[in-house]
């Protein structure tokens, strides 16, 4: 790496030769102004003497009539070359490392643009502690070659209290391209001119590291030929024009492992990849924690990388073992947000309580009492310094490290009792908004608000409702427990009830085993057997349809029965023989799902709850094929495929398609295999549903099979190929690798 300098120049002398033109003053009418000596001030001027004195800047700011700040800014050059001892000023350097990891694909996004003929200035950007210094340092060192007139840097300090004036930059840079400081204009815009003109003239390559805003940078920009400038900043600098952007995030799993492996080496690491992978994991992929956590176990020979794992798994202590030396991911995190105002310290405080993973304007607008436009605003802005990630559009996220840094804020800066004052708002906001969006999907005769219900925004439609219910489902599953603690029963239950309806449209979300676990505990909680009763079947729908689990569905169910039982509530009876049946069916007991169906069959007919009958007798149609009575489940399937009109608003398209993949699976087991082609084809899955992936999966399974059966082999294998990647997107494993052995068997 190379760069042009002068071996007499100083940022000091050039600063106060500027400053002195500036104020119309020769040599010696400074020196009478100051009383510093004229030879003592061209010494300075010149490079000679780099770092006077407080006193004699006192001095010379007092004669030059300088501001607080302009005072400041000369002492702060004084002091910097007073630090390097008098030794001749070196370009600012940027320090590579011998374990980079990563980064390709920006690397040769950036040696594209380097050396390219229209790009002529890059803003990388992104959160403190994403390497973005090492990553240019690194371009620096792989196209230093591709730039004749050498590479130059500048740091900005951005970050810093003070951050470096374009005015002062710009000396720095003029110095290091040659230009000797007598030569350096006065004039603000003379100088700017002069630095453009110079690197039009030139290939060479600047960094300008840590940039502060848009205001420091600008000046700093090359004109549209010539050189290439490198800027790194926190912030995209989204006002500056004419200058390409990448967005510098964490590393990949991958990357992250490489790296704490070439920084602790095989010795350190052979045979711990799981602790590896647990503590990239823990930094988040931020490759300054990872760089912590590798230079700690270097320092520390007798501990492992389990071992520290176990340490930093604690969040209370995470960011206090993210500590090497004077490198820290909290004090990084801290730099961002020192310089926010109080309102923004305020969100990104309060967004810690969000219990979810990311957010919307209008949930984090409760956290601040604030109005949705004026968040979205403010979560725009910490999108801009690094300390939040939009996800998606209008979605908002904090880094785990960058939550457990505002919690700690928020800790130490709002009293408890305020903090749990917001929280249980939230948590009261999120579910009073799930029950008004799940409203829409409700079938007559659904519970009314609960009484004093506060006005919430409800949505405007269906698909709204679905949409926010989907956006936010970790949030209003996460609000549970928060209003358990809190003993708000009533509000717990009134959401498993309005969002019963809606939960048959997304069978597989793990949210409505937590949803309906609270409303359980809720109802067990006021002594509410009746209702406890109803959420315990739930619970057992929520086990055996979305997650498989069929042992623990039978077992609520029969709790479910027991309490129903001992309440005389029928209904809830008939239901919990449906899931019993069901779970006894996917248990392989099929005689036993057959007696279970007839009972509740019988319940639903005493209760008249026409919907909960037909679907028992379709699973009882499903017992009866699989204890080898095709011929009758056949004709019940059919029997009911014609009369499923039914009386439930929004299933009638399910229910048909549901018996339609029974009638071809009845067709399959009697082994006709046409008739069973046929069958399939007619199964399609309703638009209107959510999560059908095994549903689809098991269709196409049946028409493979018969497929196969009248000799259509690559038909058939695309549909088990397909099949395969959805059971394994819906998360059954055993019948994805079911599958998985078909498709070699058919080779």
Not at 134 to 160: I, K, N, W, Y
Not at 317 to 339: F, I, K
């Amino acid at each position: 790496m190379t760069s042009h300098t002068s071996s007499l120049a100083t940022p000091f002398g050039g600063t106060l030769r500027s400053l002195r033109r500036a104020a119309r003053l020769t040599l010696e009418e400074l020196s009478e102004a100051s009383g510093v000596s004229v030879r003592a001030l061209g010494d300075m001027e010149r490079g000679r003497s780099r770092g006077p004195q407080r006193r004699t800047v006192d001095a010379l700011a007092a004669a030059l009539g300088l501001d607080g700040e302009q005072r400041e800014r000369l002492q702060r050059l004084a002091d910097a070359g007073r630090e390097r001892g008098g030794a001749p000023t070196p370009p600012y350097l940027l320090r590579t490392v011998p374990d980079f990891t990563g980064r390709e694909p920006e690397l040769a996004e950036l040696e594209s643009l380097a050396t390219g003929t229209r790009t002529r200035a890059v803003v990388l950007f992104g959160p403190g502690g994403q390497g973005k210094t090492t990553l240019a340092a690194e371009t620096l060192r792989r196209l230093s070659g591709s730039f004749p007139d050498g590479c130059v840097c500048v740091q900005l300090h951005g970050m810093s209290d003070s951050p470096l004036p374009a005015d002062e930059a710009l000396v720095l840079l003029l110095t290091a391209l040659g230009l000797p400081t007598e030569r350096i204009p006065v004039d603000s815009a003379a100088r700017e001119a002069a630095y453009r003109a110079a690197l039009a003239t030139r290939r060479a390559l600047v960094v300008l590291d840590d940039a502060a805003d848009e205001t420091q940078t600008r000046p700093l920009l090359p004109d549209a030929e010539g050189s290439f400038v490198l800027v790194t900043s926190r912030r995209p600098l989204a006002g500056l024009e004419g200058v390409r952007r990448i967005r510098l995030g964490g590393l990949s799993g991958g990357e992250s492992a490489t790296l704490l492996e070439r920084i602790l080496g095989a010795p350190r690491t052979d045979g711990q990849s799981e602790a590896i992978t647990r503590l990239t994991e823990l930094c988040g992929h931020l490759p300054l924690a990872l760089r912590i956590v590798g230079n700690r176990l270097s320092s520390r020979p007798s501990w492992t990388p389990t071992r520290l794992a176990g340490h930093l798994a604690d969040e209370e202590r995470r960011l206090s073992g993210l500590v090497a030396g004077d490198l820290a991911v909290r004090g990084a995190l801290a730099l961002s947000y020192g310089q926010l105002t109080e309102p923004h310290r305020l969100l990104l405080r309060r967004l810690s309580l969000v219990p979810g993973h990311d957010t919307g304007p209008d949930l984090a607008a409760v956290l601040t009492g604030e109005d949705p436009l004026t968040t979205g605003d403010s979560l725009d802005l910490l999108v801009d310094r690094g300390l939040l990630e939009e996800t998606a559009p209008g979605r908002y996220a904090l880094h785990d490290l960058v939550r457990l840094f505002a919690r700690e804020r928020l800790d130490g800066e709002e009293p408890e009792s305020v903090a749990r004052e917001i929280q249980l708002r939230l948590a009261d906001w999120l579910l009073r908004s799930a029950s008004a969006a799940g409203r829409l999907f409700e079938a007559p005769g659904a519970p009314e608000p609960w009484a004093g219900e506060p006005a919430v925004s409800a949505p405007e439609s269906a698909a709204d409702a679905e949409e926010w219910l989907i956006a936010e489902r970790s949030n209003w599953a996460g609000a549970l427990p928060l209003m358990y603690a809190a003993g708000r029963h009533a509000e717990i239950l009134h959401t498993s009830r309005t969002l019963y309806w809606f939960s048959d449209r997304w069978t597989q979300w793990p949210e409505w085993r937590t949803l309906f676990s609270y409303g359980a505990r809720s109802t067990a909680a006021v002594g509410d057997r009746a209702a406890e009763a109803h959420q315990l079947n739930c619970l057992a729908w929520a086990h055996g349809v979305g997650a498989y689990q069929y042992e623990q569905a039978e077992q609520l169910a029969r709790r479910a029965l027991e309490l129903a039982t001992e309440t005389g509530d029928e209904g809830q009876q008939a239901w919990a023989w449906s899931y019993i049946t069901g779970a006894l069916l996917s248990l392989d007991r099929p005689a036993e799902a057959a007696e279970a169906a007839a009972k509740a069959i019988l319940l639903f007919e005493a209760v008249g709850d026409t919907a909960g009958k037909a679907v028992s007798q379709r699973v009882l149609g499903k017992a009866l094929r699989e204890s080898g009575r095709a011929e009758e489940a056949l004709a019940l399937h059919r029997a009911l495929l014609d009369t499923s009109a039914g009386d439930v608003p929004g299933l009638t398209e399910f229910v048909q398609a549901l018996l339609r993949h029974e009638i071809a699976n009845d067709l399959l087991a009697l082994q006709r295999w046409p008739e069973a082609v046929a069958a399939y084809r007619t199964v399609t899955t309703p638009l209107a549903r959510g999560d059908l992936d095994r549903f689809q999966a098991q269709a196409l399974t049946g028409l493979a099979t018969a497929l196969h059966h009248c000799g259509e082999l690559p038909e058939a294998r695309e549909h088990l190929t397909r099949a395969h990647e959805l059971f394994t997107a819906a998360g059954d494993t055993a019948s994805a690798a079911k599958t998985a052995t078909t498709i070699e068997r058919l080779g």
